[in-house]
């Protein structure tokens, strides 16, 4: 099995070079992103891998199926970059469920712990010999309300990390999970209600036409003054610039971006020695109380493992069994996982 490997990073290779070879799975690595523009470079592969900022749209589908490629195996878990419903009978789309779900909590929360105790500020003042504590008071997150989008596997992950801070916990999700709300400590809230009374609120549900902007202007009004925003999920759950009028008019207190709307034109790449385009990113970087990373939530070395051996094991169970229980599709229900394992 021949795979076209895009957007890849010098991270990816060593475990999928291993856990290929052992499978009899060989990748051609490419450190371009995939989309119209080097579609071509598939040519002569039965499949092709992406990450999250690589484009599978309806062009980029078309051109893969004439080109004989019979699989998109996507070593992610969120799939908002592929049009699932174009894909639909066309070309088969896998994906890694789940990796670590730890890896991106504990971002989150090491986000939000670098933020409120002004870490990356101390990082850098001592670093220059200065011990001064002038504008370093942070707060305890004993006793906070943290409101929680999305109770998935990261979600709940991030949820049972806050339990052990001693935070009371708002969620919210379209399907709520048996069990987790015990009327006292953790609850299921209507959104309104999350956002009213929620000191900090952490993102983790996926990025939908439902979900688009789901922070923005008018929900911004709603919150508590000071509230603390942490997204880890994908960029456009936020609309950027409301967060940047929200960070200027101090209604926001803090913000914690590991994604951003417009990052498939940024993250991953160094830009160090560039003149950065956008303005709302630049602005945002500027602020003293943001902290950007670069979709790195997820890196950790067993996350990477766990991507590269399920990546391959979805794409040898397709082409060996035509099954494979990580298949996305349509039909089953707005892109979830196909139930059928095969459906078309
Ligand atoms: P998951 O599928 O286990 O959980 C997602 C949850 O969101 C589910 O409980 C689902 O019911 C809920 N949901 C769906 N639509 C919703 C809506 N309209 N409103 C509220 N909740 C809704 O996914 P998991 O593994 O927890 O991942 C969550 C997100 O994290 C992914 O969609 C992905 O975008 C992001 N992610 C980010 C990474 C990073 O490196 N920054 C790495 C991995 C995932």
Not at 14 to 41: H, M, Q
Not at 82 to 94: N, R, W
Not at 218 to 229: E, N, T, W, Y
Not at 299 to 323: C, D, M, R, Y
């Amino acid at each position: 099995m021949k795979i076209a490997f895009f957007d890849a990073k010098p991270y990816d290779k060593p475990s999928f070079d291993r856990i290929g070879a052992e499978n009899g799975v060989e990748f051609k690595y490419y450190e371009t992103k995939l989309n119209r523009d080097t579609v071509e470079l598939a040519s002569g592969y039965d499949g092709v891998c992406v990450f999250v900022n690589d484009t599978v749209d309806a062009a980029v589908i078309d051109r893969l199926c004439e080109l004989g490629v019979r699989v998109v195996a996507l070593r992610c878990a969120g799939f908002n970059n592929v049009d699932m419903k174009y894909a639909y009978g066309k070309i088969h789309v896998l994906r890694v469920p789940a990796y670590s779900p730890y890896a991106v909590a504990e971002h989150a929360i090491a986000m939000l712990l670098t933020s409120i105790r002004r870490i990356h500020k101390a990082y850098i003042r001592t670093r220059d010999f200065n011990f001064s504590l002038a504008g370093m008071t942070g707060f305890d997150l004993y006793g906070k309300t943290v409101g929680v989008i999305g109770t998935g596997r990261i979600g709940r992950v991030f949820i049972d990390i806050c339990r052990g801070f001693g935070m009371r916990v708002l969620a919210y999700d379209k399907f709520r999970a048996e069990g987790l709300d015990n009327g006292d400590t953790v609850r299921y809230v209507p959104l309104e209600e999350l956002f009213e009374n929620s000191d900090i609120i952490s993102l983790h549900c996926p990025l939908t036409e439902e979900t688009y902007h789901i922070i923005d202007r008018d929900v911004i009004d709603k919150c508590k003054k000071g509230v603390v925003i942490i997204n880890t999920s994908r960029g456009a759950l936020v609309d950027a610039e409301a967060l940047l009028a929200g960070i200027k008019s101090r209604k926001i207190g803090a913000a914690c971006l590991d994604v951003y709307e417009e990052e498939s034109d940024f993250f991953f790449e160094d830009f160090s020695g560039h003149i950065l385009e956008d303005d709302i990113l630049a602005r945002l970087i500027s602020m003293p109380n943001v902290i950007v990373t670069s979709h790195q939530a997820f890196l950790t070395e067993e996350a990477l493992a766990n991507i590269a051996e399920t990546t391959v094991k979805n794409i040898v169970g397709f082409f060996e069994t035509a099954q494979c229980p990580n298949e996305l599709c349509y039909r089953c229900g707005a892109a979830e996982d196909c139930k059928s394992g095969r459906c078309f």
